[in-house]
């Protein structure tokens, strides 16, 4: 079984004031059955580190560029997210995809980019409501995964978060058999790509996540846990999402 994973997209949110959130979610949990991730905009991801090392929480990036370095003005290499404490990247979100191009093969070049410098890549998949209503949801999934991900990826360095886009921000969730028919396809396919090591690669579901639904999700087969937007930037409902992920 995957060790299961309650990850929190900050987005664009949070100022120094914020961090008070991250230090009440190290308070209630001191311990943890399940891995907690925090991804901060870029400007916490130093400090946020700081302030959780040596405690349940780990840190991640929400981007990275393909590029080891050199002029990209604004734009931020994995090994300076390595170097500011983070142990992940979330890459291709659907609001990057969306609203900077990001193709599969820009993904897939920011995931090689990721594994250089030792982090673990968060890559995001996910069909638009025109796309699920076409009954296209399956074959999007399967390239985005295709041309997303490099060769040879492990359990240690990859998690897979599939979020519909009509679900994120929205309340809008699917229901537990169309997320379950989603994750199950997407072991498949990482089974026949990679092989064994996809047994134990997380699979996280994301779109309107709260602690009120959470348990229900955390029962569909093949959901390792979650990716949350708006759930996580408080910590008493991130921590009931948490609670749920740890009791599933
Ligand atoms: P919400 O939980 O706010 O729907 O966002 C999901 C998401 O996009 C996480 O990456």
Not at 64 to 82: F, I, K, R, V
Not at 164 to 193: S, Y
Request: aromatic share 4%; charged share 20%.
């Amino acid at each position: 079984m995957p060790r299961k994973l309650a990850a929190g997209n900050w987005k664009m949110n949070g100022t120094s004031a914020e961090l008070d959130q991250a230090r009440a979610l190290m308070a209630a949990c001191p311990t943890a059955g399940v891995d907690i991730l925090i991804c901060p905009p870029a400007t916490l991801l130093s400090r946020l580190s700081d302030l959780v090392r040596g405690s349940t929480i780990a840190t991640g990036g929400q981007d990275c560029h393909a590029n080891a370095m050199g002029a990209h003005t604004g734009d931020l290499a994995a090994e300076m997210l390595a170097d500011a404490g983070a142990g992940y990247v979330i890459l291709g979100h659907s609001e990057r995809r969306a609203d900077h191009n990001e193709t599969d093969a820009d993904v897939q070049a920011k995931v090689k980019a990721a594994l250089n410098a030792g982090l673990i890549a968060i890559v995001c998949v996910g069909e638009t409501e025109a796309q699920r209503d076409a009954g296209q949801t399956l074959a999007v999934i399967g390239t985005q995964l295709a041309g997303s991900l490099p060769n040879g990826m492990t359990d240690d360095r990859l998690v897979v978060a599939y979020e519909p886009v009509w679900a994120i921000g929205t309340g809008k969730v699917p229901t537990l058999p169309q997320i379950g028919e989603v994750h199950d396809f997407m072991r498949a396919q990482l089974l026949a790509r990679f092989g064994n090591t996809a047994n134990a690669m997380r699979l996280l579901y994301g779109g309107s996540v709260k602690s009120s639904n959470a348990a229900e999700i955390f029962a569909v087969p093949n959901v390792d846990g979650a990716l949350v937007g708006g759930a996580s930037l408080k910590a008493a409902d991130f921590k009931g999402i948490i609670d749920a992920l740890e009791a599933a």
